[in-house]
C-alpha cells in the first residue's frame, strides 16, 4: 500500500446495514481520528459522519475491498 493513515485524513467507513434488510451496508465518510495505538498500523481510530450525527469508533480494520465495519481508501473519480 502506498498511502498511510494519518489523523485528520478522510477515508471511508463501511456501515452495516440491518439485520432485516431495510438499510443496506454502505460507504461513510470518515475522519481518522487516532493512529499507531493499536499492533496493526492499519488499525485506526474514526469519527464517522453519518446524515443524521456523528459516531465515534476505535479499532476499527481495514479492508479491500470493502466490507461492512471496516475503514478503505475513497476510489479515485
Excluded at 439485520?19 to 454502505?26: C, L, V
Excluded at 481510530?45 to 470493502?66: H, K, S
Aim: charged share 20%; aromatic share 12%.
Amino acid at each position: 500500500m502506498d498511502q498511510k493513515p494519518s489523523v485528520g485524513r478522510v477515508v471511508h467507513y463501511q456501515s452495516f446495514g440491518t439485520p432485516k434488510g431495510e438499510y443496506q451496508s454502505q460507504a461513510r465518510a470518515a475522519i481518522i481520528t487516532e493512529t499507531g495505538a493499536f499492533d496493526d498500523p492499519l488499525i485506526v481510530g474514526l469519527c464517522i459522519l453519518n446524515p443524521t450525527g456523528q459516531f465515534f469508533n476505535r479499532e476499527v480494520e481495514f479492508a479491500d475491498p470493502p466490507k461492512p465495519g471496516c475503514w478503505s481508501w475513497p476510489p479515485r473519480v
